[in-house]
Nanobody
Framework: QVQLVESGGGLVQAGGSLRLFCAAS????????MGWYRQAPGKQRELVAV???????KYADSVEGRFTISRDNAKNTVNLQMNSLKPEDTAVYYC?????????????????WGQGTQVAVSS
């Protein structure tokens, strides 16, 4: 079982910055991948950025150069620094983690989601 809690969302004007935080807790062997996704009302959830263990992060083309993802493996946290925000960045941002865990007698990789944090960018 893994619980993800996000924070840091809010309202910001275009061109501004926000920093999102996500902390993982629970029982697991290791978190293989952490990332951020976002979903605007009526739209599909989309990848924002992911950062696997021991690998460089990857970003959606729409945020490349503006957002920076980072993680602290010791603390099981992942952050998303968002700069030069645009109105089209408005969405609920969800923390995501793929973790190796022992669940009901089975060891496997499981995907977990946070509750989301709202980001609104005004023009």
């Amino acid at each position: 079982q893994v619980q993800l809690v996000e924070s840091g969302g809010g309202l910001v004007q275009a061109g501004g910055s926000l920093r999102l935080f996500c902390a993982a807790s629970g029982s697991f062997f290791g978190i293989n991948v952490m990332g951020w996704y976002r979903q605007a009302p009526g739209k599909q959830r989309e990848l924002v950025a992911v950062i696997p263990s021991g690998a460089p992060p990857k970003y959606a083309d729409s945020v490349e150069g503006r957002f920076t993802i980072s993680r602290d493996n010791a603390k099981n946290t992942v952050n998303l620094q968002m700069n030069s925000l645009k109105p089209e960045d408005t969405a609920v941002y969800y923390c995501n983690a793929e973790a190796t865990a022992f669940v009901q007698g089975r060891i496997g990789r499981y995907e977990y989601w946070g509750q989301g944090t709202q980001v609104a960018v005004s023009s």
